[in-house]
C-alpha cells in the first residue's frame, strides 16, 4: 500500500482479510441470522461472527470439503458465487448479484487463487470524510470511507464499508454511502463500519429559516448557539430559576 494518498480497492492486491471479509460482512453471510457460527451457521457452513476470525474463515472457505466451494479454473460455477448470485437455490436470497461490485472482487479473488495476502500491515483506524455537515432538506451527501493503516499508507474502502443511519426518519444512507435529509429539522448521525473499526459522520437539517443569535454569558451558551443557528431553530427566552427547575 503506497504511503501519502489514498489508493482505490479496486488497484489493491486481493486480500482475504481486507477485501473478501468486508464483502461478506456486507452482504450478511457472516451475521447470526446466516452461517456465523455464532447462531449455528447453515448448512454445515459455518463463519465467525462479522468476520472476527478471518484465519478460520479461511480454511471454511477455501480448504474444507477439498475446496469444493471454490474453483479457479472455472470461478463462476464455484459454489460460493452461486449461491450468493441466487443461481443455485439459497435461503439467504440473491445476496451480490452477478453485476454488482462485490460479485465481482470475490470472482477476481477466486480467479487470482484465493490467496489470503499479506498481514504484515494492520488497519489502525476508520475515517469518514467529510466527519461533519449541513445538509439542506431533500438534498443528499455523500461519504468517502477511508482506512488508515500502521505504516502510515490510507485506502478508500467506501465499497467496503457498512453505513448505518441512527434515525432513519430524518435521513437515510445507501449501501454506497449517499446520505438523504429528510424534512425534519435537527441532527442527525450515520455509523460507519469496517473491519472492526468505527467512524461517525454528524450531519445538521436545517429548519430553513433565519435565527438571532443571542448574547452569549459562557462557554455553554457558544456551543448551544452554535448549534441552534447550524440548524436554524431560535433560542428560547431568558427565564428565571423555578422556570427553568
Not at 435461503?91 to 451480490?96: D, N, R, V
Not at 424534512?183 to 448521525?189: C, T
Request: glycine share 12%.
Amino acid at each position: 500500500m503506497g504511503v501519502g494518498r489514498a489508493s482505490e480497492v479496486s488497484n489493491e492486491p486481493i486480500s482475504f482479510v481486507n477485501d473478501i471479509v468486508p464483502v461478506l460482512t456486507k452482504a450478511g453471510c457472516n451475521s447470526g441470522v446466516c452461517h456465523a457460527k455464532a447462531g449455528g451457521g447453515q448448512n454445515g457452513f459455518e463463519l465467525s461472527l462479522l468476520g472476527f476470525e478471518p484465519l478460520e474463515d479461511y480454511d471454511h472457505m477455501v480448504l474444507e470439503g477439498r475446496g469444493r466451494r471454490l474453483f479457479p479454473a472455472a470461478p463462476d460455477q464455484s459454489l460460493l458465487l452461486r449461491k450468493v448470485s441466487g443461481r443455485t437455490p439459497h435461503g439467504g436470497g440473491i445476496l451480490l448479484p452477478r453485476e454488482s461490485k462485490g460479485y465481482h472482487l470475490l470472482r477476481r479473488w477466486i480467479v487470482d487463487g484465493t490467496p489470503f495476502g499479506d498481514t504484515s500491515v494492520e488497519l489502525r483506524s476508520l475515517e469518514v470524510q467529510p466527519p461533519q455537515d449541513q445538509i439542506q432538506p431533500g438534498a443528499s451527501r455523500q461519504l468517502k470511507a477511508i482506512a488508515h493503516y500502521e505504516d502510515g499508507s490510507t485506502r478508500i474502502v467506501t465499497e467496503l464499508a457498512l453505513f448505518e443511519s441512527n434515525d432513519r426518519g430524518m435521513a437515510t444512507v445507501t449501501g454506497d454511502g449517499l446520505v438523504t435529509a429528510s424534512d425534519l429539522p435537527g441532527r442527525v448521525g450515520v455509523m460507519v463500519r469496517y473491519q472492526g473499526r468505527v467512524s461517525v459522520f454528524n450531519a445538521a437539517i436545517p429548519l430553513g429559516t433565519d435565527t438571532e443569535t443571542p448574547k452569549s454569558n459562557n462557554f455553554i451558551d457558544d456551543h448551544v448557539f452554535a448549534n441552534l443557528s447550524q440548524i436554524g431553530i431560535p433560542a428560547s427566552e431568558v427565564c428565571d430559576d423555578s422556570t427553568f427547575l
